[in-house]
């Protein structure tokens, strides 16, 4: 009896849970790890910002414009004379106050649609796919521009309008899956037992179709971010002295070419950073999802 | 099914696509409410002037009405006119177009001239070093936003390094321009065989283009490379290499077996490069179309920006259209009946 239940052990798959392919995927994939370790460390500089930065983000020191880098004011001061450094952490706040909703609103928006639409095909189908192939002739960032600027100035309508745009990627990605999976055994089953649609939407296709979807959030969190930041840098949906990074850089713009680079550099090489975080999480997210990408890094 | 056919069927496609994308970009600018009277007529006004400036531009109709006028003079070749330059949205734009399109052109010509070797080469030494490199680069490329890396650009090869001209417009202050026969200014000195001209729109050329083509070299070299690794896993690939076919060889039938679905990429990526486009003509004070239309829809100046939009869907749609028939005509395999 004791052979055989050692033999059950032995026979359990080396990578079962996701934890310890996490660990096992650490090991394989540096990039996905030093991403990883990027996006946590903005997260506790969002998180604790208040008590780690030495001035207000947004107090004036009139008689200190436009201060290059010192051991006062470490990123130099921006020409209304606020603490570049001080702006540079507290906008992680912003960064994660948006991205977060936002992938958020596109996931509960993109998955529901998603199975709706590759479950239920015909008319509702078509149209969908057939609106968000329209949409595609437009340049993401101009459409976002030109709908932030109609529908007014303010965070709210950012996260909400950011969110909606990118709802498309996860509706194609849960509707190309839930096509494979429509006609498969397990479905047709919980058909047959006479499960309602709603049942078998969210309890029987949801799991199975959402990996490919739940791969992208980190990319689509790095795009939220960048997108946050061009609305910003544009001066529609985020306010001038608001501590962003993209109005950060929109001030640090006119100094470029007068050589006051601090005001600009500093908080594009902190978007740069979270961004590039984000992507190579994702990266490294979609080998741990999708068994083919993982087959060839072998 | 001959190609003429194939692309008057194409174009019968696209008929109901652009007035869906009319009605889009028409709703857009509507959707907030953004009083275009309050803004035209300055904010000391009346109510009865603002309802006659309303009635002038017949914001007083209902929507559909609205829409009605819009689209039936839209097709006509009226777009309306700009409310702070006073001028025909139609004729700034088709003024313009060239000068995106000339920036459009060189950014993703460099681009795809770079990326694809590069992508083709990371595929084939998939997971070594090169590749490793290539993989980082490109996520750098995907993670830098456009806007910066020009002005990052300015800094250093302006400011630092003094190797480049100001960042403003396409030739020096000091030339007079060449008379304008395509609108880019490298072109008509070439025509008006002035020296300097051509010398000076070049050396404005060189920052936006690279800036261009390094945001779009990233998606490229991905693409690339996702794509030669497959052509790479095919049987006939396979079959060549079990055959002793040399290396070289190979690689070239891999290169060519690529060249199909990545045009095709390309082709749809130009949707997205002509927004990115638009934001380095911002950055780079360049005139184009792109510069025009971001500063309508900061400015809110709903006629241009409605004619921008269009302006942008419209491209998107010839090049679909384009791209297609390139792949008929260059691919024997394509089915036309699609």
């Known amino acids: 009896m004791t052979t055989f239940e050692n033999f059950r052990a032995e026979a359990e798959p080396p990578e079962y849970s996701v934890g310890r392919r996490m660990i096992g995927l650490a090991r394989r994939s540096g990039t996905a790890t030093i991403g990883l370790a990027v996006v946590v460390v903005f997260g506790v500089v969002a998180l604790i910002a208040p008590l780690i930065i030495p001035y207000d983000p947004v107090a004036i020191f009139t008689d200190r414009l436009l201060q290059p880098p010192s051991a006062t004011h470490w990123f130099g001061t921006d020409g209304n004379g606020m603490d570049v450094f001080s702006r540079v952490l507290y906008a992680a706040r912003y960064a994660f106050g948006v991205a977060v909703p936002a992938v958020t609103i596109s996931v509960l928006i993109g998955v529901p649609l998603g199975l709706l639409t590759g479950y239920r095909g015909g008319m509702f189908d078509e ?6 192939d329209s949409l595609r002739v437009f340049p993401l960032i101009v459409l976002a521009l030109a709908v932030v600027a109609a529908t007014g100035q303010s965070l709210l309508n950012v996260i909400l309008i950011i969110g909606i745009l990118d709802s498309p990627v996860f509706v194609r990605l849960v509707r190309a899956e839930v096509l494979q999976l429509r006609s498969s055994t397990f479905v047709e089953a919980a058909v047959a037992t006479g499960n309602p649609v709603r049942r078998i939407l969210f309890v029987h296709l949801l799991l199975n179709s959402t990996k490919g979807a739940m791969a992208q959030v980190a990319v689509r969190a790095a795009w939220a971010v960048r997108i946050m930041a061009t609305l910003a840098f544009f001066g529609v949906g985020i306010e001038a002295p608001t501590p962003e990074w993209g109005s950060m850089i929109r001030q640090g713009a006119e100094y470029m070419a007068t050589g006051q680079w601090w005001v600009g550099v500093f908080p594009g090489v902190a978007l740069i950073l979270l961004v590039l975080g984000f992507n190579m999480m994702g990266d490294g997210l979609q080998d741990l999802f999708d068994p083919r990408r993982r087959a060839e890094k072998r | 099914m001959n190609v003429s056919r194939f692309l008057v069927r194409r174009l019968l496609l696209v008929v109901p696509l652009l007035v869906f994308i009319t009605f889009f970009t028409f709703m857009l600018t509507r959707l907030g409410g953004g009083d275009a009277a309050a803004l035209i007529s300055g904010p000391n006004s009346t109510a009865a002037e603002l309802d006659m400036i309303r009635a002038e531009l017949g914001l007083d109709e209902p929507l559909l009405t609205q829409f009605w006028i819009y689209i ?32 459009l052109f060189w950014g993703v010509g460099l681009g795809a001239l770079i990326g694809i070797p590069v992508g083709l080469r990371a595929a084939r030494d998939h997971n070594q070093r090169f590749d490793q490199v290539v993989r980082f680069f490109s996520l750098l490329g995907f993670s830098i936003p456009t806007y910066f890396l020009g002005l990052v650009m300015i800094l250093v090869f302006f400011y630092f390094l003094g190797w480049s001209p100001p960042a403003m417009g396409r030739i020096s202050l000091m030339i007079t321009p060449p008379p304008a026969v395509t609108n880019s200014y490298l072109i008509d000195g070439l025509i008006a065989a002035r020296w300097e001209v051509v010398q000076s729109a070049f050396s404005q050329l060189i920052l936006p283009v690279i800036a261009m083509a390094i945001i779009a070299a990233a998606p490229i070299i991905k693409q690339t490379r996702a794509i030669a690794m497959d052509v790479l896993s095919s049987e006939y690939v396979r079959t060549s290499e079990a055959s002793g076919l040399s290396r070289r060889v190979i690689q070239s039938i891999v290169a060519r077996n690529s060249m199909t679905p ?6 749809t990526e130009l949707t997205a490069l002509i927004g990115t486009a638009s934001v380095l003509e911002f950055i780079f004070a360049w005139g184009g179309m792109g510069q025009y239309g971001l500063q309508a829809i900061i400015q809110g100046d709903f006629s241009a920006v409605q004619g921008y939009v269009l302006a942008l869907a419209l491209f998107s749609v010839i090049v679909f259209v384009v791209i297609d028939l390139v792949v008929v005509l260059i691919e024997p395999r394509a089915d036309m009946s699609a």
């Open chain 1, 127 to 132: 149209v969908t796919v057939r609106f968000m």
């Open chain 2, 72 to 103: 039936s003079s839209a097709v006509q070749g009226d777009l309306g006119v700009s409310w702070v330059n006073k001028r025909p949205v139609l004729t700034d734009l088709i003024e313009r177009l060239p000068i995106t399109l000339e920036l």
């Open chain 2, 262 to 267: 990545i045009i095709t990429f390309i082709g």
